[in-house]
């Protein structure tokens, strides 16, 4: 079992930054795919940035202005918002996909990951 906390979110402002931070529990952390994911008022759930071993996908809204990386010796993962923007106003989900990912998986699909953290809200005013 893998529990995903997230932190650092809250209210940000336009073209400012904040970085939010998931760290899970668990032994075999850097085995697994990585997800940041948004749910926006009114809108489907997205996949906002993945990493993988070597691999990183960003979903085009916001490449160049986020940043996904990730410290296996701690156990974390981070998004690093940078430009924000109203449009980025959402509750943001840290999602597992594991353990042993494969690169198989659709990682851009929510059905890919056994484990989600309870997301936290990120308001960006204008």
């Known amino acids: 079992q893998v529990q995903l906390v997230e932190s650092g979110g809250g209210l940000g402002q336009a073209w400012g930054s904040l970085r939010l931070s998931c760290v899970a529990s668990g032994r075999t952390f850097s085995t697994y795919g990585i997800g940041w994911f948004r749910h926006a008022l009114g809108k489907a759930r997205e996949l906002v940035a993945f990493?993988?071993?070597?691999?990183?996908y960003y979903t085009d809204s916001v490449k160049g202005r986020f940043t996904i990386s990730r410290d296996n010796t701690k156990n974390t993962v981070y998004l690093q918002m940078n430009s924000l923007s109203p449009e980025d106003t959402a509750v943001y989900y840290c999602?597992?996909?594991?353990?042993?990912?494969?690169?198989?998986?659709?990682?851009?699909?929510?059905?890919?990951?056994?484990?989600w953290g309870q997301g936290i809200q990120v308001t960006v005013s204008s």
């Open positions: 999602a597992a996909g594991g353990p042993y990912y494969t690169g198989r998986q659709n990682y851009q699909s929510s059905a890919s990951y056994n484990y």
């Open positions: 990493t993988w071993r070597s691999n990183i």
